[in-house]
């Protein structure tokens, strides 16, 4: 699973959890892939990332070196390509092998295992 | 191979499993026919030329689908509830932004709000349709898939679904739950008098005013598709259009008379080979 799709991710649709948002992700193995820059895409995403929940899983991981700090807004035109190429590193090269997504607010552990998180919830869990 | 149709079998997390995960994704005749299925939805998506899309594909299963989107440059984001489906879609690592997620549709879409720029799903939201253990209501988890699909697709975008429909009540079950959760649309049938090539698109999009596309039929060959068609849009038409007028006295004047006088119930002259006939000018 990518940092990209973790910031995009909620566990809104459990029972009684009203925004679910952020997922807390804890990584026990991941690998970095081969993919090359997308400007047009960060472009249009940047719009929609959650810059600072980005910012600090990336920290977490001891990823968050060049990249710009989350107080003030990110677009993607004023940054340099050093920080574009650490930008996709992080967004979609990071590839999560294994670990876990907890729901911030129930608790509720999705574990991840082949870089496939496991979403799947019982009829009586969901709202 | 059986005529019936899988999901009258079981659960597809279940009917989907390693060996028919490995056959349906081998199968060059599904491969192909996906292929295809796959490209019409994303021309029904109607993107912007020069974006690169976010998208979502609903049962993206071993990934047929979502290679096409790859080749349409775009980055997507594949659900599915088959494990052994989604192992053989993360073996293969040839698209690097692809991203997984093992998640059962009826339970609803685990993302934030204006997510995507599209969804596409082939031949999966049928499954839905069915219940496949006692606490499962195919009307509410329609309700509920459609209700947070909505949620997590960006304004003025859309969701195109391949589906087999095997009833007509099935089809109007899908569209009214997802016109019921906001989306406006409906179905885009392609080439309808065929049996076999006959292909239903549910084509649902979020907001804003939209024209649903034009299926494609037999007669509209390739050929015209990558042009608009601009005769007749400048004509006007005065007058009534339609019927033309039928000369008085000629043969289906005579016959639209006597089949008006026959209805009336009158008593009139049956139909003959002399009806109309001109008499000859010397007898």
């Known amino acids: 699973m990518k940092l990209l799709t973790h910031n995009f991710l909620s566990s809104r649709f459990l029972k009684d959890v009203s925004t679910g948002y952020p997922l807390k992700l804890s990584i026990e193995e991941k690998r970095i892939l081969d993919s090359a820059l997308d400007v047009n895409f960060l472009k249009n995403v940047m719009v929609k990332i959650d810059y600072e929940v980005l910012y600090n899983v990336a920290e977490s991981i001891g990823e968050s070196e060049l990249l710009p700090p989350p107080d003030a807004p990110v677009t993607v035109d004023t940054l340099n390509d050093e920080q574009l190429n650490k930008l996709h590193r992080v967004l979609v090269c990071l590839d999560v092998i294994v670990g876990t997504l907890e729901c911030p607010e129930s608790g509720r552990v999705f574990p991840i295992r082949d870089g496939i998180p496991n979403l799947l919830v019982n009829e009586d869990e969901i709202a | 191979m059986s005529n019936q149709r899988p999901e009258h079998t079981g659960p597809p997390e279940l009917y989907y499993n390693e060996t028919e995960s490995s056959k349906y994704a081998?199968?060059?005749?599904?491969?192909?026919?996906?292929?295809?299925?796959?490209?019409?939805?994303?021309?029904?998506?109607?993107?912007?030329?020069?974006?690169?899309?976010?998208?979502?594909?609903?049962?993206?299963?071993?990934?047929?689908?979502?290679?096409?989107?790859?080749?349409?440059?775009?980055?997507?984001?594949?659900?599915?509830?088959?494990?052994?489906?989604?192992?053989?879609?993360?073996?293969?690592?040839?698209?690097?932004?692809?991203?997984?997620?093992?998640?059962?549709?009826?339970?609803?879409?685990?993302?934030?709000?204006?997510?995507?720029?599209?969804?596409?799903?082939?031949?999966?939201?049928?499954?839905?349709?069915?219940?496949?253990?006692?606490?499962?209501?195919?009307?509410?988890?329609?309700?509920?898939?459609?209700?947070?699909?909505?949620?997590?697709?960006?304004?003025?975008?859309?969701?195109?679904?391949?589906?087999?429909?095997?009833?007509?009540?099935?089809?109007?079950?899908?569209?009214?739950?997802?016109?019921?959760?906001?989306?406006?649309?409906?179905?885009?049938?392609?080439?309808?008098?065929?049996?076999?090539?006959?292909?239903?698109?549910?084509?649902?999009?979020?907001?804003?005013?939209?024209?649903?596309?034009?299926?494609?039929?037999?007669?509209?060959?390739?050929?015209?598709?990558?042009?608009?068609?601009?005769?007749?849009?400048?004509?006007?038409?005065?007058?009534?259009?339609?019927?033309?007028?039928?000369?008085?006295?000629?043969?289906?004047?005579?016959?639209?008379?006597?089949?008006?006088?026959?209805?009336q119930g009158r008593d009139v002259r049956e139909e003959s080979k002399y009806s109309g006939r001109k008499r000859k000018t010397k007898w």
């Open chain 2, 26 to 263: 081998s199968n060059s005749h599904i491969v192909k026919i996906q292929t295809d299925m796959a490209e019409r939805a994303i021309e029904l998506l109607a993107l912007p030329e020069d974006k690169v899309g976010y998208l979502l594909d609903l049962g993206c299963g071993s990934g047929i689908s979502g290679d096409v989107i790859t080749a349409h440059g775009h980055v997507w984001v594949g659900l599915d509830v088959s494990l052994p489906m989604l192992q053989i879609n993360k073996e293969d690592d040839e698209d690097p932004t692809k991203d997984l997620i093992l998640r059962d549709m009826g339970s609803g879409m685990p993302f934030r709000a204006g997510t995507f720029d599209g969804a596409i799903s082939i031949s999966a939201i049928q499954w839905l349709c069915h219940a496949n253990s006692s606490d499962q209501n195919p009307r509410k988890r329609l309700h509920r898939f459609f209700q947070s699909l909505y949620a997590c697709m960006g304004r003025g975008t859309r969701a195109v679904f391949q589906f087999y429909p095997e009833n007509e009540q099935q089809s109007d079950l899908i569209m009214s739950q997802a016109m019921r959760a906001g989306f406006n649309g409906g179905l885009v049938v392609d080439f309808p008098t065929s049996t076999k090539a006959k292909k239903v698109y549910l084509v649902l999009m979020t907001g804003g005013v939209q024209q649903l596309p034009k299926a494609l039929t037999e007669e509209s060959e390739a050929a015209e598709r990558g042009q608009v068609q601009n005769i007749g849009r400048r004509v006007f038409q005065t007058g009534k259009k339609g019927k033309e007028r039928i000369v008085k006295g000629s043969k289906a004047w005579i016959d639209a008379k006597r089949e008006r006088a026959q209805k």
